[in-house]
């Protein structure tokens, strides 16, 4: 049996009826499996889609700011 993937996505925290917050309670989702890269293939995904992004970004000339 191969042991379970959890990948944290966030955090929440709830509030005393003081309006103080309790400690911070990470929350979790389960992957169905990883790829060599150690990612999920939707992290993959979303993170090769950002590079092409800043890629195109990084090509374009630069503007000139008026001061």
């Known amino acids: 049996m191969e042991p379970k993937i959890y990948i944290q996505v966030g955090v ?3 509030r005393t009826p ?3 917050h309790y400690p911070a309670i990470p929350l979790y989702i389960e992957a169905n499996k990883l790829n060599a890269s150690g990612l999920t293939p939707a992290e993959e995904n979303l ?3 950002f590079a092409e ?3 195109e970004e990084y090509d374009k000339p ?3 700011q008026e001061v």
């Open 12 to 14: 929440t925290a709830l």
């Open 18 to 20: 003081t309006g103080k």
């Open 47 to 49: 993170l090769h889609g």
């Open 53 to 55: 992004f800043v890629l």
């Open 62 to 64: 630069l503007k000139k």
